[in-house]
C-alpha cells in the first residue's frame, strides 16, 4: 500500500456510491475492532530503560533472554514497545490475554453495509468514542480518508 492504492480504491468506491445515491445522513454503525500490532511482548519495556536519543535503541539482536514477568506490573503509563512504541497494551475482556494492539474503527451505512470512513487509532480506553465522532466529523463535512 505504499502508493496510496487502497486509500485511492476506498475514495473510488465512496464517488460511486455517492453517484447511485447510496449515502444518506442517516441510521449507522460505528464498530471498533481491537487489531494485534506486529511486536512482541518482549518489547515491552519500562519507559526509564529506553534511550530514545539512540539510533536503533532497543533490546540487543539475537535469542530474546528468558524472562518471568510473572507478578510485575506493566501498563501503558510505564512501559513502551522498543519495536512500535504507537502500539498500546489492551485486551478485549478481563478474562483474556492482553495484547500490544491498535484500534481500527469503521463508520458503516446500516441500509446497504457500505463502508464510509475508516481509521486506526491507539487502543486507549476512549479511543472507539473519539474515533466514532471523527468518522462522522469527516463524513458530515464529506471528506473521506
Known amino acids: 500500500m505504499q502508493h496510496e492504492v487502497a486509500a485511492r480504491f476506498f475514495a473510488a468506491v465512496r ?5 447511485q445515491q447510496l449515502i444518506s445522513d442517516d441510521h449507522f454503525t ?8 506486529w511486536a512482541s511482548l518482549k518489547s515491552f519495556q519500562p519507559v526509564n530503560d529506553q534511550d530514545d536519543d539512540q539510533p536503533g535503541a ?7 533472554p528468558e524472562v518471568n514477568w510473572h ?3 506493566r501498563s501503558n503509563a510505564t512501559h513502551r514497545s522498543t519495536t512500535d512504541p504507537e502500539a498500546r497494551l489492551a485486551r478485549k475482556r478481563k478474562v483474556t490475554t492482553a495484547k500490544l494492539s491498535y484500534l481500527g474503527h469503521v463508520l458503516m451505512k446500516n441500509r446497504n453495509g ?11 480506553g476512549y479511543a472507539e468514542r473519539e474515533a466514532a465522532l471523527e468518522l462522522l466529523r469527516r463524513h458530515r463535512q464529506g471528506r473521506s480518508v
Open 15 to 19: 464517488e460511486e456510491a455517492e453517484r
Open 30 to 37: 460505528v464498530d471498533g475492532s481491537l487489531l494485534e500490532a
Open 58 to 64: 532497543g533490546p540487543p539482536t539475537g535469542r530474546n
Open 71 to 73: 507478578g510485575q506490573p
Open 114 to 124: 457500505l463502508v464510509l470512513e475508516v481509521e486506526l487509532t491507539p487502543a486507549t
